[in-house]
């Protein structure tokens, strides 16, 4: 009787024992829980009023099955990230994990209160515990890789510039040792239930649980007082974002959904900043410049409100990743410019200004004050600090942006293509662009000259209208006029490129040539065609854009009067060109079919009406123009004229096809002189030469510019050649025309 009672005793004290564990674990939960909740809830309403701060975008709205599917596709299928390879797959686990393992942080409120609990119904079921464990384990390997990959490229490591160059290290640092801290500690609850035997699931579902138990002892507050220190990491973490808003690399795991989901275009196969810019908009509506007021509608971006909700989304959502930074071209010169950098500056200055605009601050279009002298009395100095600063501005003026920044930009898109979250680099740049070049008249003076041919003779070189139709000068055939032949299948727009610069010429003859060779009906505008209007919409001056394209829209209009759109066939030689009347014409009214005329040379090189004879000696590397490549995903069609006419001796540039190096001619850069840092078309051109390849082949006449003017600083001119691909093709189907000398001189660039 006294053995019994003892026993009985004994069990009573360990009981009161373990009560008393969960009682205090339980406590901690709850408070720390209620703590971080509320921190996250007041965090969350502070965001959702800044991104309300920015202007109307309706259009974002609009396709929502598609933008739901697009947002499943991006995120489910990591297709962004997974581009990366190693990196890529290491954070779609670690992705998956967060998601699904977020119900192993719920059942550890259920274990803190009892060392046997779980999550209710689904908590016993063994696919559950073998789902959980498989993805704890490549959670931890996954994390583990990208650690490494962070260590690796640290910023302060010898040996270059880094892609997290500028990034918040210790966020990051931090972001990656709560994960790992919380999926060990996943492990160990485990463990400790395996231990105790109060474990649910079998060995061959959960080894590695099983294994962890194996070495832990049989102790049974084990799991409740794993769970509230797991329960205490994840609410720590949760803490500390809460109070760091502008912490990217943690928010972007909640702000990417939607980030994605209101991306411009979610048809799109990549990133829906490319190809078209956005129109220029006051109050979310386009802006019409026959009516359109400086003093009532908005003009470009010259405040941080002034962005789009979208605009401030993406600023909130960047995640520091830096792949952006890594792909950009200016930044890769030694330029000011970083994609990365340019968010997150804005994000920064949105943030430490949303006091004063929430609480009713801000300029009026003519700089008039908003609020009250009451209001300001009381609002917090640091906020009012920064609303004096200018958006663009050098250090001296305290400037957010730095117009060195501003004008560095090629619009090359491959920040745009990089992104892993949709984020509209681009589009953002061309915003403040327009602002300092339509009201502040401020923009490098060299494009000046440029801009003033374009609203005098209607092409950027400003050479007269009357010599548009010189190229056609010696061809041994008539090339026919809009207007004197009707019966034709494609318009053949020549650029002003194509119908002024010496080198563009030849490709334009060559392209003639080889319509003709293949019997393909086609005419010219000839004196009727003027600028697209590219380099002005690039620069940022919407005003001339819309000159010039309306008054080519109305043209073209006239050429395919009475034709439905499926024959308002046109085949540019300039994919700026090619961008510019195929994504963006459609803005003012003109729907076109616009090829690319490699597009077109390969179609009428697969159906055997051009028949390449002879390769091209000593090799050929591809150079992929921006604006038909990443812009526009035209990858195949160059490659598949080049294979044809080089017999498959086509050598790839490290840096092809969607990750392919600018020239540096966008942006309307093409006009302006590269003053900072390594010319970008020189650090293009010794990759181009370090193929062995004696044949530079281009798809863009800007592009043939920037890399012969690269080789001949090299003083390569002898040994490689640049040439358009239509001009390879020629040379092959006609052997017998001469190749002409070397092109150099050319103008502009």
Not at 68 to 77: D, N, P, Q
Not at 138 to 149: K, Q, S, W
Not at 621 to 637: E, K, S, V
């Amino acid at each position: 009787m006294t053995e019994q009672s003892e026993v009985i005793r004994q069990q009573t004290g360990e009981a009161n024992s373990m009560g008393s564990v969960q009682i205090v674990t339980t406590i901690l939960a709850a408070a720390i829980t209620a703590v971080a909740v509320w921190l996250a809830v007041r965090a969350v309403l502070k965001m959702v009023a800044v991104i309300r701060l920015g202007q109307p975008a309706p259009e974002r709205f609009t396709d929502k099955v598609a933008r739901a599917r697009t947002m499943l596709v991006e995120t489910a299928g990591h297709t962004r990230m997974l581009k990366w390879g190693v990196v890529g797959a290491a954070h779609w686990f670690v992705m998956v994990g967060f998601i699904v393992l977020s119900l192993l942080v719920l059942e550890a409120y259920f274990e803190v209160v009892t060392p046997t609990g779980g999550l209710p119904i689904i908590g016993h079921w063994t696919i559950f515990g073998l789902v959980t464990e498989v993805i704890t384990v490549l959670g931890l390997v996954g994390i583990l890789v990208l650690m490494a990959i962070r260590l690796r490229n640290r910023p302060t490591r010898p040996g270059g510039r880094s892609r997290f160059t500028g990034s918040t290290m210790w966020q990051g640092y931090f972001v990656e040792w709560i994960v790992l801290l919380v999926l060990i500690f996943g492990l160990v609850i485990r463990g400790f239930k395996v231990a105790t035997d109060h474990f649910e699931y079998p060995f061959w579902a959960t080894p590695v649980s099983h294994a962890v138990g194996a070495v832990l002892p049989d102790w049974q507050d084990g799991t409740s007082v794993a769970a509230i220190i797991k329960i205490i990491i994840s609410m720590t973490w949760l803490i500390v974002i809460s109070l760091n808003v502008t912490m990217g690399v943690a928010w972007h795991r909640f702000l990417a959904f939607p980030n994605i989901f209101f991306k411009r275009e979610p048809a799109k196969p990549a990133g829906s900043g490319l190809g078209a810019l956005r129109p220029m908009t006051s109050q979310g509506k386009p802006l019409d410049f026959e009516e359109a007021d400086p003093e009532s509608d908005q003009f470009g971006v010259a405040q941080v409100e002034q962005f789009s909700w979208k605009g401030l989304l993406d600023f909130s959502t960047c995640t520091e990743c830096g792949r952006c930074q890594s792909q950009c071209p200016a930044w890769n010169t030694g330029k000011p410019l970083s994609p990365k950098l340019l968010i997150l500056s804005l994000r920064d200055h949105a943030y430490a200004k949303a006091p004063y605009l929430l609480a009713g601050g801000g300029k009026d279009l003519t700089g008039e004050e908003k609020a009250t002298a009451a209001q300001l009395a009381h609002m917090d100095v640091l906020a009012l600090a920064e609303a004096d600063r200018p958006l663009i501005g050098t250090a001296e003026e305290g400037g957010i942006i730095d117009p060195d920044v501003l004008w560095s930009c090629t619009t090359c898109g491959a920040c745009v293509e990089q992104c892993p979250v949709d984020i509209e680099h681009v589009d953002h740049i061309v915003d403040m662009r327009r602002y300092q070049v339509l009201i502040e008249s401020s923009f490098p003076s060299e494009a000046g000259v440029m801009l003033r041919n374009l609203e005098n003779k209607g092409n950027p070189w400003g050479a007269p209208q009357n010599t548009r139709e010189d190229w056609t000068k010696g061809l041994d055939f008539e090339v026919p006029r809009v207007g004197e032949v009707d019966d034709f299948e494609y318009l053949f727009w020549v650029g002003c490129a194509g119908a002024f610069e010496d080198r563009a010429k030849k490709t334009t003859r060559a392209v003639a040539t080889l319509l003709n060779e293949a019997g393909v009906k086609f005419a010219i505008l000839g004196e009727g065609e003027t600028c697209s209007g590219d380099p002005a919409r690039r620069i940022g001056n919407e005003f001339v854009f819309q000159m010039l394209a309306q008054q080519n829209v109305e043209t073209l209009n006239e050429a395919f009067e009475g034709r439905e759109k499926a024959k308002r066939k046109i085949v540019a030689t300039c994919p700026h060109c090619f961008n510019t009347l195929g994504n963006e014409y459609g803005q003012l009214g003109g729907e076109f079919e616009v090829v690319h005329h490699t597009q077109l040379l390969a179609h009428l090189v697969a159906t055997g009406k051009l028949v390449p004879v002879q390769p091209v000696d000593g090799g050929v590397t591809y150079h992929d123009p921006c604006y038909l490549g990443r812009h526009n995903r035209i990858f195949a069609a160059p490659r598949e004229v080049l294979g044809d006419s080089v017999a498959g001796e086509l050598t790839e540039m490290p840096r092809n096809s969607e990750r392919s190096f600018c020239c540096g001619a966008g942006g309307a850069r093409m006009w302006m002189e590269e003053k900072i840092g390594k010319r970008i078309n020189v650090d293009r051109v010794e990759e181009a030469m370090a193929t062995g390849a004696r044949t530079v082949a281009v798809g863009c006449p800007f592009c043939s510019t920037m890399l012969s003017d690269g080789v001949n600083g090299k003083g390569a001119g002898e040994q490689v050649e640049v040439i358009d691909v239509a001009s390879v093709l020629l040379r092959s189907v006609k052997p017998e025309q001469p190749q002409g000398s070397k092109e150099t001189a050319p103008i502009g660039g």
